[in-house]
């Protein structure tokens, strides 16, 4: 039903910019808390950064300083600045949408950030 829809990946050189967007539809339910998690081959999903309905953020320790996340709650959407890429930040990235009212999250199918020279 929900439909998270994900934007902005690709490849970059080490120090370079990405932004990536996601932008959830399908359901007329408010959204908690939004957020991106990244799995790299061969690793677990991991968390990068979360932010819930009213702008309180999270950050993982390894892009703290780095990455920015933001949200329009109006369009439903979370957008995840980067900057200062390095290569140990190539991942598949997914989106994440919790529903508190659905009492559900849902996931985005995943845009690839590659970060090589």
């Known amino acids: 039903q929900v439909q998270l829809m994900e934007a902005g990946g690709g490849l970059v050189q080490p120090g370079g910019s990405l932004t990536l967007s996601c932008a959830a539809s399908g359901s007329s339910a408010s959204i908690n808390v939004m957020g991106w998690y990244r799995q790299a081959p061969g690793k677990q999903r991991e968390l990068v950064a979360t932010?819930?309905?009213?702008?309180?953020?999270n950050y993982a320790s390894s892009v703290k300083g780095r990455f920015t996340i933001s949200a329009d709650n109006a369009k439903n959407t979370v957008y995840l600045l980067m900057n200062s890429l390095k290569p140990e930040d190539t991942a598949v990235y997914y989106c994440?949408?919790?529903?508190?009212?659905?009492?559900?999250?849902?996931w985005g199918q995943g845009t690839q950030v590659t970060v090589s020279s």
């Open positions: 932010i819930n309905s009213g702008g309180s953020t």
């Open positions: 994440n949408a919790y529903y508190l009212n659905l009492n559900r999250d849902f």
